[in-house]
């Protein structure tokens, strides 16, 4: 049973609105709640080849940020999954996509955008499920292998601008494709 579905069974399913009505990524709890999924068998994190999308927006103003992220997760919303958002960094990753198709989704996402975007974009073997409990707050996402070191570099490009990379088949560093 997907992690949905142990969710569902405890009464903690319910999807954010910033992700399409399949996906979740976390919520607050009762302490009852906690208490009952640290109990529940949830299913451990499988590795996957996940293709993934960072975008940064310039976070001069924060206000521009804000209109910045709301733009971005709307054009994405129906196609890509939104892991996280944290501050001016936005996480996607997309399901059944061709690297065309990807690529199509983050020109428009980056093209619509009312700020300045920049992105690093490709495919990785990383860990998919990845569950956090703490006292009210459960999160569900993926962990990507030397994140840092692909941030480091989405902070090396020009506004504007994107990169593929790509992590798979024992390839011990992040790659540029392009």
């Known amino acids: 049973m997907p992690t949905g579905g142990y969710l569902r069974k405890l009464g903690l399913f319910r999807p ?26 949830l299913p451990r994190p499988e590795r996957k080849l996940i293709s993934f999308c960072i975008f940064c ?66 495919i990785a073997e990383a860990l998919e499920g990845f569950v956090i409990v703490t006292n009210a707050y459960l999160h569900y996402g993926v962990l990507l292998p030397r994140f840092m070191q692909l941030l480091a570099e989405l902070m090396k490009l020009e506004f504007g601008t994107k990169a593929r990379y790509s992590f798979a088949d024992g390839i011990q560093d992040w790659v540029r494709l392009e």
């Open 16 to 41: 954010r609105k910033a992700t399409n009505a399949a996906s979740f990524l976390s919520l607050s709890m009762t302490a009852e709640q906690v208490q009952a999924l640290k109990k529940a068998q």
């Open 57 to 122: 927006l310039r976070d001069d103003s924060d206000v521009a940020v804000e209109e910045g992220v709301q733009s971005l997760v709307s054009n994405l919303v129906e196609e890509a999954v939104i892991q996280e958002v944290l501050s001016s960094l936005v996480l996607v990753t997309f399901r059944e996509k061709t690297a065309e198709e990807q690529l199509a989704l983050i020109d428009v996402a980056m093209d619509s955008a009312k700020i300045d975007i920049k992105a690093v974009h490709g």
